[in-house]
């Protein structure tokens, strides 16, 4: 089951503009939401995360936004830079260290 | 964070062989995890690899077809049994951090043949 969606495989951007990464989600028992980068030939790298009681996280270029009655979370970054090309994957947690669900994943390409 | 490495980093395997993966921490953890990455999906759990006792495995997957092993709290290993080209993935394992985040291995791409 799919529990945490994100419905757009790829996105490109101009070097300098913003990136928003999208994340659905269905499971209301989630309270932990996390972003992470892939890199080819990598294991995924945490990124940032939000906890259910916050409505914004940010981390230098990265903010994260969940919208609880939408079930709903983003990433923001911004400015774009070449390097943060990659595939980002959205996780939540219902509060249990291996209860964690991941999306498919979205494929940034920032263009120089 | 811990530094994890996997071996093989990737392998070609024919059908019905089995396959070890084994996963090295850098550091005592107490919480240690298998996921499976089919192409184009999301990341998959596998089981809970429990040093000292049974893994925890997820609805779908079974010990017979994945067993696992964790002799230490750096340590653990997966093996993918009676391999098919279904199994053909990326494996990666992980860890829990200071808070809820786990930090992942690099990785071991399977392709079955």
């Known amino acids: 089951d799919q529990q945490v969606k994100q419905n757009s495989p790829s996105l490109s951007v101009q070097e300098g503009r913003i990136s928003i990464l999208n994340c659905d989600y269905t499971n209301s028992m989630f309270d932990y939401f996390l972003w992470y980068k892939k890199y080819p030939a990598e294991g995924p790298t945490f990124l940032i995360s939000i906890s259910s009681i916050k409505d914004k996280n940010e981390d230098g270029r990265f903010t994260v936004f969940l919208n609880k009655s939408a079930k709903h979370l983003s990433l923001h970054i911004v400015p774009s830079q070449p390097g943060d090309s990659a595939v980002y994957f959205c996780?939540?947690?219902?509060?249990?260290?291996?209860?964690?669900?991941f999306g498919a994943g979205t494929r940034l390409t920032v263009k120089p | 964070s811990a530094v994890i490495s996997q071996k093989p980093s990737r392998d070609i395997c024919q059908r019905g062989t089995s396959l070890t993966i084994q996963c090295q921490v850098d550091?005592?953890?107490?919480?240690m995890f298998w996921y499976r990455q089919q192409p184009g999906q999301s990341l998959t759990l596998i089981a809970t690899a429990n040093q000292g006792s049974e893994a925890t495995y997820e609805s779908g997957f079974v010990i017979d077809k994945f067993p696992i092993s964790r002799p230490n709290l750096t340590f653990s290993t997966l093996t993918v049994s009676n391999m098919s080209p279904e199994d053909s993935s990326i494996y990666l394992c992980s860890v829990v951090g200071t808070g809820i985040e786990q930090y992942f291995g690099p990785g071991t791409r399977l392709t079955v043949t």
């Open positions: 550091s005592q953890v107490t919480m």
């Open positions: 996780a939540a947690s219902a509060g249990n260290n291996n209860d964690m669900r």
